[in-house]
């Protein structure tokens, strides 16, 4: 079967890549990813996997963050004029991400891959001199979108796995789920899947990503704790408008709340037991030059080291706004827009992906666990099948890049997704053998 594998994937060489540019070139970002959800799931059924999409895939009431109707509407309608399969996309019912199954016995171990979809908000360098994707026309063509960490790639290389593994499906037993999530960014898509059912009576679930700790080509990281946990807020701060300069006293400052807030909770003890983060990192307040500001709204998150750490953070940040809008005879609301949780990877599958990576000659740099120190949402999951009794990790697979995740010159040298298709096909192929 390793042979198969190998020879499969440098068959397939030029699609992995192929698909990469295109889903670069048609960046989508969280909650919009139609005409990357599309292409995939039309991919996927012809590989024979059955697909479970929209609703039954996204818990609607569960998602966070969701741009309006009117926005989705507008990213369906880009889809379609940018290729995607319109049957498809309104089938969708607005709610993108889905997960495709494939079961090679009734009996058997059930193992789920995720990959994540959206793109970053952001315009991508386009300038041709200094950045590969302008010069070769494959740069964003979305305005404020842009595939700045990667997940252009993870979806090509899930693609690529799903082929693999559909050629061994005599050869294999149990089942296989490929979760393609939306909405990464901002860590808003694991949770409404896991509710609509993505991790029911999986054993295994494997994660990754391309880069990241992974610094060169070559470095693989089998497994990650310490996940960040984290919570994602929309704080709208309500007061009252008056004349600045004729009755300022009979105004409500929601501007000075926002402001106070903010130094405050940047300001807030942090906790013995372990690492926390706090940012405000958007504010928007007032009408007018002269005019007392009645509104103001501040976007901020919370991370912590663990699941209790940050729900410290949440605690006092939750003291510090209430009584900034006191200050100010304000009132508030806070909308949970995102989060997740903390989370440490199973030593049993970080040992399969390790001995797995040794046969594998690109990658020279194996380390088995690594502290993640930032959010991921695949901890969701990943927590989710281990509270069940399963086993998880997340792997990180070493790329040359040419500038840091989330920058707007991101790029990264296309044959370092080769052989996570392998590690991933042959660490399949291990749990699944007959
Ligand atoms: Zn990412």
Known sequence: MDSFITEKIKQLKDSII????????????????FRTSAIAIAKMK?????????????????MMGVPSELELKEHQERAISQGADKELVDSMEGITGFWADMVFSEHGPFVALRFDLDSNDGNECQDADTHRPAK????????GAMHACGHDGH????????????GLKTKLNGRIRFIFQPAEEGLRGAAP??????????????GMHIGFQAGKSGDLICGAKGFLASTKWDVNFFGKSAHAGASPEEGENALLAAAVATINLHAISR???????????????????????????????TRGLTTELDAYMVEQSRRVIKASAEMYGCTYTIDVVGGTKSGESSQEIIDIV??????????????????????????HMMSYVQLNGGLGTYLQSGID???????????FKEEDLLPPVELLSKAVVHLLKK
Not at 193 to 206: K, Q, R
């Open 18 to 33: 192929t698909n990469r540019r295109d889903f670069h070139m048609y960046p989508e970002f969280g909650w919009t990813e």
């Open 401 to 411: 890049k040419t500038a840091g995740h989330h920058n707007n010159k991101f790029d």
């Open 46 to 62: 012809k590989l024979g996997y059955k697909i479970t999409m929209g609703k039954d895939a996204v818990s609607k009431s569960d």
């Open 136 to 143: 070769e026309g494959f740069s964003s063509v979305n305005k």
């Open 155 to 166: 979806v090509s290389i899930g693609l690529a796995v799903a082929e693999v593994i559909a």
């Open 271 to 301: 906790h013995g037991g372990g690492t926390t983060r706090i940012n405000v990192g958007k504010i928007i307040a007032g009408e007018g030059r002269n005019v007392i500001a009645p509104n103001a709204l501040l976007q901020m998150e």
């Open 354 to 379: 390790y001995e797995t990576a040794k046969d594998i000659p690109f990658y020279k740099n194996i380390e088995k666990l690594k502290d993640f120190g930032a959010g991921e949402d695949f901890a």
């Open 193 to 206: 899947m896991i509710a609509a059912g993505a991790c029911d009576g999986v054993d295994y679930i494997l």
